[in-house]
Every structure is written in C-alpha cells, then in structure tokens.
C-alpha cells in the first residue's frame, strides 16, 4: 500500500477513521476511489480538471528534466473534439522513460517514484500521470498514447490502459522504431474538461509556471490553432532539491499513518527514529511517556488513527531542534527578475531578497516576493482596463484555485496599498508574485491549492511584499517628477477650484473668482516654480511602517 | 512652543485661522505660490527633552507649496480642513473628527473623477497640522474626540455648555463618578480643589473598589481611573491638577500595557509630542503594581501571571528609551520582567482581602514606595 493516491488520503475529514479508510481501500476498486474522491484530487468542475490534468503532465516533465540536468522543452497542445471531447498532447525532451518502467509510472496508480522520498518539490501534489490515464479511461474508455525516447536512437510507443481490478497497466499496440527523439510524449482523451482562457484555466496555468520557471521553454498551442511560446530566459537549471528526513512538527496525522504503513522498521520506536530528522531514541522515550497508551513496540503497521493523532499532537508539545534551512530552494531573485521581464514585458520590476523564517516553533520556510508594474502585468479587466493581480506559488508550482482562503491573498489584502500610490489595486496594471517556499507546506485542504493564514506566515508574506512595493513607490514616484510642466501643471489645475472657494471662506475675504484667475494665471506663466518631488514622500511611508512595527 | 493658556477663546482661534488664509491671499497677490508651514511631526523631529522630562516636538519645519505637483493636493486640502473649522467655530458646533471627514468627502467636480477627501486616514494628520501650525489644540477647533475615565473626590468644576453654566461636584457622583469630557479647557474651570493628593487608577475595576471603600474620602484624594490608555482630555485633566500642586500617583497593573499607561501620562506619547507640555506630567510617581512587591507581600509570589510575547518585547523596547532607563528602579523592574517571564495584575491585591487594595496605597505612600 502507499503511493500518490494514499497520500491524497492525508488529513481527510476529521470523523472518518483513518485505519478504516485503509481496510477498506483494499476491497475499492481503483474507478470507485477515484470517482468518489474526484474533487479531492484536483477533478471537480470541468476547466479546474484540465488545469488538473497539464499540472500533473507538466510537473513531471519539469521534475523529470531537472533531475536529469536538462534544459526543458515542453509543448502542450489542447484540441476540441466533437462529442466535447478534449485531446492533450503534452511533449517534454526529458530523459524519457524505459518501456519496462512505462507501465509502472502510467499505468499504475500509486506507484510514483516521488512519494518515497522526502524534499521541496514540484510534485506531491495531485495522482500523477496514472491518475491522467484513468481519468481518459474513464470519461471516454479510450487509452492513452504514449511514445518514450531515452535518446539511445530507439523510440518505443504504446497504448496504456489501466486494469482497473488488479490495478495493472494494460499494455496494447507496442511498437519500437529507430530515431533521435528523447523525452516523453502523452497523447490522451478527456471528456468532462473544458479549456477557456479564465484565470483558472491551462493558458494562465502555462504561463505562471513559466514565470517561475525561466529554464524552461513552453509552448502552448489552443484549441483555435493559436500558438503562445513562453520564451526561456535563463540556462540555469535549478539545483536538485537535497533530500532530508521530515520534521516531527511538520507532520499531520495521515502523514503518520501513511508512512507507517509503509516503513520497512519492526517497531513504531524505530520507524520514528528512522524516519524523521531530529527524533532521537531519548525523544522517542519522552514521547511514549506523554502517550503511555501507544505501544512504542508494536509493528508500526498497527498504529491507529486515534494514536497517530495522540502521537502527532504530542509532538508539538515537545522542544524541537529545528531542521536544516539549507534544504530550501529558492527560485532565486534574479531568475524571478527575468522571468517576469520576459513574460510580462513591465515598465518596472523588483523582487524581494530575504532570509529564511521559522513558522510553527520550527518549520523554515521562505518567501520570494516581487511586484511588476505596467506593460502586461496585472489582469485584463472587463472594461479594458488592467486591475492587480495576484499570483501564488508553493515550492513553484502555481496555486490557481482557492485564492479566497490563501495566506498569500490574505497578505496582500492587509497591505494598505494607497501608502504605495495605488490608488485602488483592483484598477492598477500591478502583478504581485509571491513563491512560499518550504519543505512542509502547509496547505489549507487537499486540493492543495491555499497556504493556511498562520500569523507568522502572512505576516511575512506582507513584509516581503511591502519591501518590494516600495521599490514600486519609488519607481511611481520617479515617474510623476518625469512627467512634463504640461502634466503637471494639468494636475495641479484640478485643484484651483476648490482650494479658491475655500481660501475665501477661510480669509473671510476675497471673491472666489478672483482668486480662481490669480492662481490659473500663476500657474500657465510661472512654469519654472512648478515642482515635483518624490523622495519625500517615500522617507514619510517608511516612517509610517517603523511605527507600525512599534505597535 | 509656548505655554499654551488654560483657555483659547474660540475668537482667538478664529482669528489664527483668519490669518492663515489672509498670508495665502498676501503670497498670491504678490505673485508667490501660496504656502503652508508647519512643525515636522515625523519621528526624526521628535525629542525627549531631559530638561522639561516630556517628550515634544524638535525645531524641524516643513512648508507645503500649492505649485509642488506632489503637494499640490495636500495643500488645497489643507486648507479645506482649516475653512471648514472655521465654519463649526462660527456655528458654534461640534463635531469628531470622523464628522469632519464626512463634510469634506465630496468630488472635486463633474469632470474630475476625484474626491476632496475619500478616507479618513487623509484628514485626521491635516487636522494635527493644524493644531500644531496655529498652536491650537483640536478642542479649540470644536473637534471633539472620544470620551474616557471617570473622576472622583473633593473636585469642583464649572462646566459652560450649550449656553448653560453648571457647577459639577465631583465628591457627589456617587457609583459611577464623573466622566471626564474630551475638552476639560474650552468653558471648563475648576472652582475648589481640595485634596492631598491625585490617584490614578488603571482599571475601573479597581477604581470602582476604591470608590466602594471610600477611598478617596478618608483619604481625601482625588480618583481618576483612565479605563486602560489615558485620552487627551484626562491626561489634560491630570496635568490641570498637577498644576494646583497635588502630586500624582499611578497605580497600574505591573505588565507592558501598564507601564505604557503610566509613561505616557508621565512623558506624554510620540503621537501628541506637540502637545507635550499640555499633557505630560513629568512628575507623576509611579506606586506599583511592581515585581519587588512580590518580595514585601508574600501573598503576590502565588498570584503572578506568565508574561506574554508582547511584554517581553515591550520590556525590552523600554529599555532602549533613555527617559527610562536614567532611572535604575525601572531597569531592574524590566529585568527582572524579563528573566522571571512573569507579571503581576493590580486585581491581585484583592488576594487577601477586597479592601486590602486601599491599604496597599496607603502603606506605599506612607513607606514612599514608589519609582520615579
């Protein structure tokens, strides 16, 4: 037991028994699991599903490629059948897959090769692609196709089917061929998706991940024939992940039992020490005394939800010494500069550089931060204009769902952005781009999709957004003192009206009007006493945040 | 600044606003972009001043010119604010400066998509400008602000309103006391004081427990209860009694909250360092509750609190302000704040017995307990 599908069984609602679920997983068929648990894994509503089923495609390749040190080439391709039916084609230049391991990794559910390691990365996430394979099978009973180059000069193709019963792949069509391609190549049907072009949809799904992902090349050809190529911008291929044993007070119950139920350890005090960074024997013992009513020498295979759960709130109880921050990677502020230069063409951009942060006693996590002003950033609104946009990253991976309960949106709804000259940041051409980064992730549900609103993590998801917003300020402020005495002098006018009427009333003499021609005349022959000044006003938002800080 | 008299009339006040607008008219007449200049208020023109033992505002200026694009707004509304008190002033009217906002939020013009003011966040700093440009305080301009603390004792006031002169005996309000207004200058003056001494009290728990006991009666002191932070009007009514001579003492809970009560009564805040001189009353003594207590009442060691993350860091932060760490009672109290990581509540006089609080202040006045 274990896999992709397992771990989507993590933190499920509070009053299902987990060592239930489990039992009873053995006599499920996958089909049933999977249509009982769709919205859990990513397919509820038709355009979130084929989001769903390109992130699943695209972070394999991307994972795939980055470990194989390569330079990656992704082109995914959307076409609309009759019958509404949706074909994706997604193409990487990956190391490819070996026809004896294709089966496993597309044809099997559960038997990724990620979930048995530990490390900030893409993947994780949702069923992988054999969960793409049963989703096709599924909605249209047809299998996908699969080509696998691994650049040795053959290139193997099949149709896979999954046997639902056995959970086995169904291999049919083989064929192998000489020629030069290398990477992987998945051809399948969907039905029940729809491809559009709103925020949630595969277009802005692309384009966010190339923006945390400037090594890579994407292209995207729509439904219409359009083609879009997100260009690569960097040759830099991000550093592998380390891998590191979790950290007790990043665990969650299913976490627990999941991987108890997987470990080779005999006994629960083992498999603890074993698995997890920093749990040491001598802690295992304070442990078994805070729980005396766990068996610390039973098969870990044994160990209860209602144990686990005793066992894992125990855990925060106890002084942890914290885990490695140099297992964190970081997109890094230069390719994030890039990246958003390249994508969103902006008059100005500037990304945050800072220091790690602990959350929970002793999570470390990290925030990469950065604001792009003009050009194409922000979002298109109905009526023309462009208005703020905020888009969300975990470990790089784009956070398209769920916006409304996320740590992230949570952060930039508390910054009071008239401080930086925005005006209203519905109506303002402004992306903020925020990357949370950390080995534990703390998602609001599964569907992954929203960080949870802990003090410490909006709190410095604010800060990382400000330190950039000011920047943005500056930048703002730099442009009004450009701007010509004829724009100037426009603005100024705006005011004449007002100001005179209510000079009279204060000096309880003079007549408005009068007043009126005095200034407007003023201000058309004195262009050299018109002036602008921007540092000024920058050094008082500074002082205002100081104060803030104080409170 | 000058020592501001108990009493602006609300003539003088019109005639500072009058003259604010007539040196605009003068600057425009001759051909000069309109001006307005005021003392800075931002944290770099902020200043302890060792000498006078309040905080206040340093000599920094700052002019605001109607033909500085960046300004130009500010200006116009600026001068909105001004015009606008002048009207409530004539009127005779008062508002907050929430209604004040509410009069000035309205569009520049048909064809303008912008407002005079569209937050409030915009007008409350013009209304401080204001204050301190003219040297007027915000009651002088018939702005009202909240309401807050309770008086009781041998107290006697005058209390001019609405046309009205009523006298007002602060030792016949029986349980509830008197409420002390936002303005306690402006038709306000005290008639007899007569008292040893003034008592402030943090919590009106605490005060309502001395009033019970009749504390202040056989003590003949006057009791003050801020309810938590002292407001302007009963700092100002503090400092008003500091000046017939009675000393004052605070009784706080020993904590970050209390300790900012009572240093802000003492010092004044960074907020109003305009209005230091009116508000601050340098010599304030503060009674307890401290951490040496604990050592003279063996009853408090049971009673003390874990201290919370934001006491700790106010601990900490008070010891970076010099005013407070001249005096070294005040450091050890931090310190041992910090090490011991625990605080002590006023109400936990009230261990033994209720009234065992009266008795508390009596002996620490008695024994001169108290830190400076």
Redo the contacts between chains.
């Keep these: 037991m274990g896999g992709e599908m397992m771990e989507e069984e993590k933190e499920p609602e509070k009053e299902v028994n987990g060592s239930e679920i489990f039992k009873e997983f053995k006599e499920y068929s996958v089909v049933e699991f999977f249509k009982k648990n769709r919205q859990m894994l990513g397919f509820a509503g038709k355009v979130r599903s084929l989001t769903t089923i390109v992130h699943e495609y695209c972070t394999n390749a991307l994972d795939a490629t980055e470990e194989a040190h390569i330079l990656p080439e992704i082109m995914v391709k959307v076409e609309e059948l009759p019958d509404e039916h949706v074909k994706v084609t997604i193409q990487d230049n990956g190391p490819g897959i070996p026809p004896s391991h294709l089966g496993k990794a597309m044809g099997m559910m559960l038997a990724g090769t990620k979930f048995h390691r530990y490390m900030q990365q893409r993947g994780q996430q949702g069923i992988g692609g054999a969960g793409c394979t049963l989703f096709s099978q599924i909605t249209t009973g047809k299998p996908t196709r699969m080509r696998s180059g691994l650049g040795d000069g053959k290139v193997y193709e099949c149709d896979m089917k999954i046997d639902v019963k056995n959970n086995q792949p169904v291999i049919t069509n083989q064929i192998e061929f000489m020629g030069n391609f290398r990477g992987l190549r998945v051809e399948a049907e969907f039905a029940e998706v729809k491809y559009d072009k709103s925020e949630h949809g595969v277009y802005e799904y692309l384009k966010r991940t190339a923006m945390a992902n400037p090594h890579a090349q994407i292209t995207l050809i729509e439904p219409t024939g359009e083609k879009h190529v997100f260009q690569r911008v960097s040759d830099r291929i991000p550093e592998k992940p380390a891998e590191i044993q979790p950290h007790p007070l990043g665990i969650t119950t299913g976490d627990l039992v999941d991987m108890a139920h997987r470990t080779d350890s005999r006994k629960l005090s083992s498999f603890l020490t074993n698995t997890f960074s920093r749990m040491s024997s001598a802690k295992v013992e304070e442990l078994a005394k805070l729980v005396p009513t766990v068996n610390f020498e039973k098969h870990p295979r044994d160990l209860k939800w209602p144990e686990a759960e005793a066992v894992v709130n125990s855990v925060k109880t106890l002084k942890w010494i914290a885990p490695p921050t140099d297992a964190l990677r970081p997109i890094g502020s230069d390719q994030i500069d890039k990246a958003l230069k390249n994508i969103l063409a902006p008059e100005f951009v500037s990304v945050s550089e800072r220091r790690p942060k602990v959350f929970r006693g002793g999570i470390p996590f990290m925030v990469e931060a950065a604001i792009a002003y003009g050009g194409n950033s922000g979002r298109a609104r109905s009526d023309e204009g462009r208005g703020g946009d905020i888009i969300r990253y975990a470990n790089r991976v784009p956070l398209m769902f769920d916006g409304g309960s996320c740590a992230i949106t949570e952060a930039v709804k508390n910054i009071d952005w008239k401080r930086y000259d925005v005006r209203d940041f519905d109506k303002e051409p402004v992306t903020v781009f925020a990357n949370f980064v950390s080995v534990h992730v703390p998602y609001t549900g599964t569907g992954k999709q929203a960080i949870t609103m802990e003090e410490e993590i909006v709190g410095e998801i604010r800060y990382a957004i400000m330190e950039v917003a000011r920047d943005m300020q500056v930048y703002l402020r730099g442009k009004v003192r450009e701007m010509d005495k004829e724009t100037k002098k426009k603005i100024i006018m705006r005011y004449v009206k007002e100001l005179s009427a209510d000079l009279a009333d204060l000096a309880g003499t003079g007549a408005p009007a009068d007043i009126e021609k005095k200034l407007v005349n003023m201000i058309e022959t004195k262009y050299e006493k018109i002036e602008g000044e921007a540092e000024e006003a920058v050094e008082e938002v500074k002082e205002v945040e100081e104060n803030e800080k104080e409170e | 600044m000058k020592k501001k008299s108990e009493k602006e009339s609300s003539s003088e006040v019109l005639s500072k606003?009058?003259g604010?607008?007539?040196e605009?008219?003068e600057d425009?007449?001759v051909?000069e972009?309109?001006r307005f200049e005021c003392p800075l208020r931002?944290?770099?023109n902020i200043l302890y001043d060792e000498n006078l033992g309040y905080i206040k505002l340093g000599e920094k200026r700052e002019t605001r010119t109607?033909?500085?694009?960046?300004?130009?707004?500010k200006?116009?509304q600026t001068?909105?604010v001004?015009?606008k008190c002048?009207?409530f002033l004539k009127e005779d009217s008062h508002t907050s400066i929430r209604g004040l906002f509410y009069q000035l939020k309205f569009s520049?013009?048909e064809n303008?998509d912008?407002e005079?003011f569209s937050?409030q966040?915009e007008s409350n700093p013009l209304v401080e400008d204001l204050e301190v440009a003219l040297d007027v305080k915000r009651e002088d301009l018939n702005l009202n602000t909240d309401r807050k603390g309770v008086v009781a004792g041998n107290l006697v006031l005058k209390d001019k309103f609405g046309g009205v002169t009523d006298e007002i005996d602060c030792s016949k309000q029986g349980r509830s006391g008197w409420m002390i207004p936002s303005d306690v200058d402006n038709g306000m003056e005290f008639v007899s004081v007569d008292a040893n001494y003034v008592i402030v009290v943090e919590k009106d728990a605490l005060w309502q427990r001395l009033n019970e006991d009749k504390f202040w009666k056989k003590e003949n002191c006057i009791l003050i209860t801020p309810k938590g932070q002292a407001s302007r009007g009963c700092r100002r009514l503090i400092r008003k009694l500091a000046d017939t001579k009675l000393p004052v003492y605070c009784f706080t809970d020993c904590d970050a909250w209390g300790w900012y009560i009572y240093w802000t009564i003492k010092t004044g805040s960074?907020n109003l360092a305009y209005l230091g001189s009116d508000i601050a009353t340098p010599e304030a003594k503060f009674i307890g509750v401290t951490m040496r207590d604990i050592v003279d009442y063996d009853f408090l060691g049971k009673l003390t609190i874990k201290t919370k993350e934001v006491d700790l860091k106010r601990a900490e932060?008070m010891l970076t302000y010099p005013w407070i760490t001249a005096h070294k009672e005040w450091v050890e109290e931090l310190k041992t704040v910090i090490a011991t990581k625990k605080k002590l509540e006023q109400d936990a006089l009230q261990g033994p017995r209720l009234s065992f609080v009266g008795d508390y202040i009596r002996e620490k006045l008695e024994k001169k307990k108290f830190l400076p």
């Design positions: 606003l009058e604010l607008g007539k605009m008219l425009i007449d051909g972009a309109p931002s944290r770099g109607f033909l500085n694009v960046g300004q130009a707004k200006f116009m001068v909105a001004a015009s002048k009207k520049l013009g303008v912008e005079l937050e966040s960074m932060e």
